[in-house]
């Protein structure tokens, strides 16, 4: 699993069965401050690519996208435009 873009330590990850993408971000170190969390976007190694309200997940504890991630999967969260 790898975790890209704007977290502290972007990484590839052991999976591990029930990873989801709060388990990824926590993992990787958390966001950045120029992160833009409600950008992030997950791409399965199928070729599938799921929108994550990143930022719901981390400020309300709303889990609606707090996906369950595969092996293969990347978690990207882009930087803020200034």
């Known amino acids: 699993v790898r975790v890209t873009g704007a977290v502290n330590t ?3 990850l052991e999976y591990s069965q029930g990873m989801t993408v709060l388990d990824a971000v926590l993992e990787a170190g958390g966001i950045t401050e120029f992160a833009n969390p409600g950008r992030a976007m997950l791409y399965r190694s199928t070729g599938e ?3 994550v309200a990143l930022d719901r ?24 435009a200034f």
């Open 10 to 12: 972007p990484s590839s």
């Open 49 to 51: 690519s799921l929108p």
């Open 57 to 80: 997940i981390l400020r309300r504890g709303d889990m609606a996208t707090n996906y369950q991630i595969g092996p293969g999967d990347t978690l990207t969260v882009p930087e803020r």
